[in-house]
């Protein structure tokens, strides 16, 4: 089993969901983050003045797949993901040791 996180723009989560739902893959959690990287944050203009904000805001989108299904999933969030411009995000992949579905007790790929 892979975690995958990707942190991607806001505009765009629905996209991925949609993908991965296409795929069978309807487990997704998503958190509303804050971060910066090559954009340096952005800038925004309050009472007239202009402003630099250090951070922009992003999605995290946190999704557990079969170890079999990590591919393709990872191409489903990438191709709706990106529009090719700074910004468009990170993806993480890291193994899962261990999951457990607390209604039922089922273990591994049975809990997903």
């Not at 723009?9 to 893959?25: E, M, Q, T």
């Not at 800038?43 to 007239?48: A, K, P, S, W």
């Given at each position: 089993?892979?975690?995958?996180e990707a942190v991607?723009k806001p505009?765009?989560?629905?996209d991925?969901?949609?993908?991965?739902?296409?795929?069978?893959i309807?487990g997704?959690?998503?958190?509303?983050?804050?971060?910066?990287?090559?954009?340096?944050g952005?800038?925004?203009r309050?009472?007239?003045?202009?402003?630099d904000?250090?951070f922009?805001?992003?999605?995290m989108?946190?999704?557990a797949?079969?170890?079999?299904?990590?591919?393709?999933?990872?191409?489903?969030?990438?191709?709706?993901?990106r529009?090719?411009?700074?910004?468009?995000g990170?993806?993480?992949?890291y193994?899962?040791?261990?999951?457990?579905?607390?209604?039922t007790?089922e273990?591994?790929?049975?809990?997903?």
């Amino acid at each position: 089993m892979q975690m995958i996180e990707a942190v991607i723009k806001p505009s765009k989560v629905d996209d991925v969901k949609a993908a991965l739902s296409r795929l069978g893959i309807l487990g997704v959690t998503a958190f509303e983050v804050k971060g910066f990287g090559r954009q340096k944050g952005h800038t925004e203009r309050y009472r007239g003045a202009r402003m630099d904000v250090g951070f922009v805001p992003k999605v995290m989108v946190k999704i557990a797949v079969r170890s079999e299904d990590l591919d393709k999933a990872l191409e489903a969030v990438v191709s709706t993901a990106r529009t090719g411009e700074v910004g468009d995000g990170k993806i993480f992949v890291y193994p899962i040791a261990r999951t457990i579905r607390i209604r039922t007790g089922e273990e591994n790929d049975d809990a997903l």
